[in-house]
């Protein structure tokens, strides 16, 4: 199996992958941006259709969608009614632009479309550079922002009350999420970053009992998911994909049985 150089780049790929999934998936769950996280998705495919339109590099296209939908995201406000509808408008109206530039487009569009649903063993050794540039990007931003994240994020009482700085927090995290997304979309496809930034997570959470427990215990569950995933994807020639989803919701399904079992106590 590591015979193969794409088998070799996916499986150090998951690695990173899962490093930053580990990470941004927690605050994903804790923020309560599954959401927007699943629009990026479809806003990073309307990014990579209107940069094919264009006539530039797909992936330029999707970080300004992304990133200016963030932004946008971000000065709406915080409150969860006010967030989901913002959502609701701009990836609309992001999704209509995307549709509209892809039809205008007389160039290839199979990228575009492609976005959406990737492959991690057709990763290359440019991918894997910008994804290991990516990681240590996110990292670096984490070491700064972890304590004011955290608290914004899990005490969102006393966030409440010290409304300073918390929308700067949130705009840099949302622009830390749709870079995410953007770079590692051309990878692993929009759909399967969406499951491993929030159902990982959201196992994790009925295991750990602090943020630092949390979060390696969701990278234990990326980076098993993807790994395994890859070996049963070039033992039965199905797709890994369709490995890794079903993992992790076994995941998940292990730890809600677990928190049901334990409720019933």
């Known amino acids: 199996m590591f015979y193969y150089d794409f088998m070799r780049y996916a499986f150090i790929a998951g690695i990173f992958i899962a490093v930053i999934c580990s990470f941004m998936g927690v605050f994903v769950v804790a923020r309560q941006t599954s959401f927007f996280t699943h629009t990026l998705s479809e806003i990073g495919f309307s990014g990579a259709s209107f940069?094919?339109?264009?006539?530039?590099?797909?992936?330029l296209g999707m970080l300004l969608f992304t990133c200016t939908s963030a932004l946008f995201i971000g000065f709406s406000?915080?409150?969860?009614?006010?967030?989901?509808?913002?959502?609701?408008?701009?990836?609309?109206?992001?999704?209509g632009l995307g549709i509209l530039f892809l039809s205008l487009s007389e160039k290839q569009a199979s990228y575009a479309t492609n976005i959406l649903f990737g492959s991690i063993i057709g990763i290359t050794a440019p991918n894997l550079r910008t994804l290991i540039w990516l990681s240590i990007l996110l990292l670096v931003v984490a070491f700064f922002?972890?304590?004011?994240?955290?608290?914004?994020?899990?005490?969102?009482?006393?966030a409440e009350f010290n409304q300073r700085?918390?929308?700067?927090?949130?705009?840099?995290f949302l622009l830390m999420l749709a870079l995410t997304v953007s770079i590692t979309a051309q990878i692993i496809g929009a759909l399967l970053i969406f499951v491993l930034l929030t159902i990982p997570a959201?196992?994790?959470?009925?295991?750990?009992?602090?943020?630092?427990?949390?979060?390696?215990?969701?990278?234990?569950f990326v980076l098993?998911?993807?790994?395994?995933?890859l070996t049963l994807s070039y033992l039965t020639?199905?797709?890994?994909?369709?490995?890794?989803?079903?993992?992790?919701?076994?995941?998940?399904?292990?730890?809600?049985?677990?928190?049901?079992?334990?409720?019933?106590?």
Do not use: H
């Open 51 to 59: 940069a094919i339109f264009a006539g530039f590099e797909p992936i």
């Open 145 to 158: 922002l972890f304590r004011r994240l955290a608290y914004n994020s899990f005490d969102a009482q006393g």
């Open 165 to 172: 700085g918390n929308r700067l927090v949130s705009i840099i």
């Open 202 to 220: 959201s196992a994790a959470k009925f295991f750990a009992s602090s943020l630092p427990k949390m979060i390696g215990l969701t990278f234990s």
């Open 77 to 95: 406000g915080e409150k969860l009614g006010r967030r989901e509808a913002s959502i609701s408008v701009f990836s609309g109206l992001f999704l």
């Open 224 to 229: 098993i998911g993807i790994w395994l995933g």
């Open 237 to 265: 020639n199905w797709p890994a994909s369709f490995f890794i989803t079903v993992i992790e919701a076994l995941f998940y399904g292990v730890a809600l049985l677990k928190d049901r079992l334990l409720n019933n106590k």
